[in-house]
């Protein structure tokens, strides 16, 4: 795994900038008044205790949520929320936490169903899978094998995803996510329930993409080793609030941090 | 034994794409259709096309058409008789109004109207999901219903308020009417089954079958791509309906002669929705497996008693046929809840892997 840059000036342009976002469902305040930016080729961690908000943080980037108050900037398209068909044309793809795969398809389909936006074969064409309809379903294999090859899921092209081990699964998800060859990708915590060997692998995923395909992503995780290690910058939420943000040593170092997330120390 | 891919290699990814990729599967379709449109015609009397046969496919075809909708793209509906009610009501008008174009045009495109309404009735879908949808599409059911029946121009003002089917001929041949032979009518419904059925078959294994199957499996995640969850379902409301329409004109104008409104009646709905369930939610094979089933096997049990000359009164044979019949679904169910075309899957995974277990 690579040093974090702690050099800001390297980094690219903003890609995506949340300003002042406030979320509340009912009385029960999810998100209070959130800025933070993710720009262009950075791997963006969000991390804080669980209930923090980082998941409704998401689910606001891409959409699901509407905030009640804030500004969402994406692309210099300045916004007061993302609507998910928006989200996923403007280039956002995601993961979950949960997974949401389609289980009742192949790997294969799976990842050619991320291609949903970039197929565009009419109807007519479709009732006789002939023709350009064939050629564009071939033209989109070629590039869904591409990822399939990087993700080393070759073997399980063909089976139904229901059936896979969970690691795999996280991983065909990732490889969804990728078909729509996003410009920012949302990780929900990628690793979660995996032993550590699944972890490195998927960290090295997540490096690979980052630095061949260029995508920015912004990634939940809790396993502090993991997130210090791959993110250039992290943003860091407790209740709701954000109360640090900068580079992981920065992070690493303040107060309120180690107070609120990594436990008192004395 | 004979059942094996090995040695055959896929040189292209279109090759790979294909709907039957194994050889063995082309020349079992192969052998189908030859018995289908040679065998049978050679053979078949009137009680096998006419009791069996054209019954079977027409069945079959609703039941795509709903597995369409609901094993495909995961909307339930119980609306499927009265959509069947559309196409055929739609069919005795267009041919009322315009008795010179033939009748199997008419027939395909009364599934355009019964598309319309299903579209019409699909637009709930939207907001509601699951049962809830259910019973949106129940209202389309009964609502349907009281047209059928309170709107005489539907039934051309027929005494019987039934539909009579008038007399077409395609080339000097009858095709509907009472002079019509099984055969005609029997080689009619098997082109247009076998067309609808491959189009289908496309439709499910390219782009479109894919983004129903994602709202199905998980609509959250679909959306996130890409797809818009209201056309995407309207799509499916609409193709599901047309095939329903057809089967329905084809029912009435191909297969009874004439028929009441109470054919197309919730009974009917519940009937297409055993079969897609047994034959298997979600697969084309399974449409038919589940036709099969519910259709051929109370037939074939009937016979039974009469051919082995088993003393039995008919009244009884028939109660029994209920008895045995509702017994072997429970079987099936308990056995393979994914349905009969699962079961023929693991057949053929079996066959693939002999004499080795796995």
């Known amino acids: 795994m690579r040093a974090p840059s702690s050099n800001e000036t390297a980094l690219g342009e903003v890609l995506l900038a949340v300003e002042e976002v406030s979320l509340s469902f009912g009385g029960v305040r999810a998100l209070t008044g959130v800025s933070f930016d993710i720009r262009k080729g950075e791997i963006r961690a969000i991390i804080g205790p669980n209930g923090a908000g980082k998941t409704s943080m998401l689910n606001v980037v891409n959409g699901f949520y509407q905030p009640q108050s804030g500004r969402i900037t994406f692309k210099g398209n300045v916004r007061n929320s993302m609507r998910p068909y928006a989200a996923a044309r403007g ?10 795969l389609f289980r009742g398809m192949t790997t294969l389909d799976n990842i050619l169903a991320g ?106 995780e809790h396993d502090m080793g993991v997130v210090m290690d791959l993110s250039d910058r992290v943003v860091v939420l407790d209740y709701g609030r954000k109360i640090a943000d900068g580079t992981p040593d920065e992070v690493k170092r303040d107060k309120d941090v180690i107070r609120a997330y990594l436990g008192e120390t004395h | 034994m004979l059942y094996r891919e090995v040695g055959q290699y896929k040189s292209n990814y279109a090759a ?61 509906s119980l609306g499927t008789g009265a959509f069947m009610g559309v196409g055929a009501y739609a069919c005795l008008k267009l041919t009322t109004i315009f008795p010179h174009v033939n009748i199997l045009i008419w027939i395909l495109a009364s599934g355009f109207f019964s598309s319309a309404i299903g579209v ?47 007399l077409r001929t395609f080339m000097g041949i009858p095709m509907t009417g009472p002079t019509a032979t099984s055969l005609t009518r029997y080689l009619a419904v098997l082109t247009i089954v076998v067309a609808m059925t491959w189009v289908a078959s496309n439709i499910v294994h390219g782009r479109i079958g894919r983004m129903w199957m994602s709202v199905r499996d998980m609509d959250l995640a679909a959306e996130l791509i890409g797809i818009r969850l209201f056309r995407t379902k309207l799509l499916a409301f609409a193709v599901s309906s047309f095939y329903c329409g057809v089967a329905g004109a084809m029912m ?6 004439g028929a009441e409104a109470e054919v197309f009646a919730i009974d009917q709905s519940f009937l297409i929705l055993f079969m897609v369930i047994i034959g298997g939610l979600g697969t084309l094979i399974g449409s038919f497996f589940g036709s099969a089933l519910i259709y051929i096997l109370p037939i074939a049990l009937r016979l039974i008693p009469a051919n082995f000359g088993i003393p039995i009164r008919p009244a009884a044979a028939e109660q029994l046929t209920f008895v045995i019949v509702g017994a072997l679904i429970i079987v099936f169910l308990v056995v393979e809840p994914n349905g009969l075309a699962r079961l023929w899957q693991i057949g053929k995974q079996k066959l693939r892997v002999w004499p080795f277990p796995y």
């Open chain 1, 91 to 100: 280039g956002i793809a995601r993961t979950f936490q949960n997974l949401a």
């Open chain 1, 115 to 220: 291609r949903a936006l970039k197929m565009h074969r009419g109807f007519f064409w479709q009732l006789l899978r002939y023709g350009p309809a064939l050629q564009e379903e071939v033209e989109h294999r070629r590039r869904v094998e591409e990822i399939i090859d990087f993700l080393e899921i070759a073997a399980i092209r063909k089976v139904q995803v229901g059936r896979l081990p969970y690691g795999l699964q996280k991983r065909v998800e990732l490889g969804r996510a990728l078909a729509m060859e996003p410009d920012l990708l949302l990780l929900d915590e990628p690793m979660a329930g995996m032993n550590l060997e699944e972890k490195e692998d998927m960290s090295r995923f997540i490096i690979d993409v980052n630095q061949q395909y260029g995508t920015t992503i912004a990634l939940i």
């Open chain 2, 16 to 76: 790979d794409m294909a709907v039957f990729p194994i050889l063995q599967d082309r020349i079992g379709i192969a052998v189908i259709l030859v018995i289908a449109y040679v065998v049978f015609p050679l053979i078949g009397n009137d009680f096998l096309l006419n009791t069996i046969l054209i019954p079977f496919l027409i069945f079959s075809l609703a039941a795509i058409g709903l597995n369409l909708l609901t094993g495909y793209t995961g909307l339930l």
């Open chain 2, 120 to 166: 019409l009735f699909g637009l709930p879908s939207l907001r509601i999901k699951g049962f809830y949808l259910a019973v949106a599409t129940l209202a389309a059911q009964f609502f349907l219903e009281w047209c059928f029946i309170r709107i005489p121009w539907l039934y051309n003002y027929s005494v019987s308020g039934a539909i009579e089917v008038p």
């Open chain 2, 252 to 257: 009435v104008f191909l297969w009874y002669g």
